[in-house]
Nanobody, 126 residues
Framework: QVRLVESGGGSVQAGGSLRLSCVAS????????????MGWYRQSPGKGREVVAT????????YYNDLVKGRFTASSDNAKNTLFLQMNGLKPEDTATYYC???????????????WGQGTQVTVTR
């Protein structure tokens, strides 16, 4: 069972930056982080969960929500089984709980994510 642990959330002023991390562990035989679909989602109070970014760790797929395109960058360190989300130019409307997601195929191949982390809170103040 894959386990995802997010970190790096916090409180920052508008215009600032944060980098979120998601460490993945517990891959079944035949599955490895370096060939996995990974994603970042976020959810704020009263709103549904929305995709922020999706990447395949081979580098063959990348997707960004238009709301974050040009400000956020998702990347992976395959040697450390870690997914990152670099967030620059943060806005108050980026305030949310951010979740890491994983699946061998996932949205990179037209399937849903099946594994989720617990989330990390990001608060952007004016």
């Amino acid at each position: 069972q894959v386990r995802l642990v997010e970190s790096g959330g916090g409180s920052v002023q508008a215009g600032g930056s944060l980098r979120l991390s998601c460490v993945a562990s517990g891959f079944s035989a035949g599955y490895r982080f370096n060939s996995y679909c990974m994603g970042w989602y976020r959810q704020s109070p009263g709103k549904g969960r929305e995709v922020v970014a999706t990447i395949h760790t081979t580098g063959q797929y990348t997707y960004y929500n238009d709301l974050v395109k040009g400000r956020f960058t998702a990347s992976s360190d395959n040697a450390k089984n870690t997914l990152f989300l670099q967030m620059n130019g943060l806005k108050p409307e980026d305030t949310a709980t951010y979740y890491c997601a994983a699946d061998p195929v996932g949205p990179c191949g037209g399937n849903p994510f099946t594994t989720w982390g617990q989330g990390t809170q990001v608060t952007v103040t004016r």
